[in-house]
């Protein structure tokens, strides 16, 4: 079975804003470990964004794609 593609608007602390950020399966499950320090998420331009989870002020979930 495929994974779902989370797509989210991310805020980060700097107040930058990602908007339609691509991730396979949900943003919470990255947060599973101490290990799982950088998220490598995709915006809007297919470019590939390497995030810390200590960055992330707010991700918005706005779609499921299956």
Do not use: C, W
């Not at 947060?31 to 995030?51: H, K």
């Amino acid at each position: 079975m495929a994974k779902k593609i989370h797509v989210y608007n991310i805020t980060v602390s700097t107040g930058e804003q990602f908007k339609n950020v691509r991730i396979e399966g949900a943003i919470s499950s990255r947060y599973s470990g101490i290990t799982t320090d950088f998220i490598p998420v995709e915006n809007e331009d297919g470019q590939t964004v390497e995030l810390t989870k200590y960055q992330i002020v707010k991700a918005e979930l706005i779609n499921i794609e299956e």
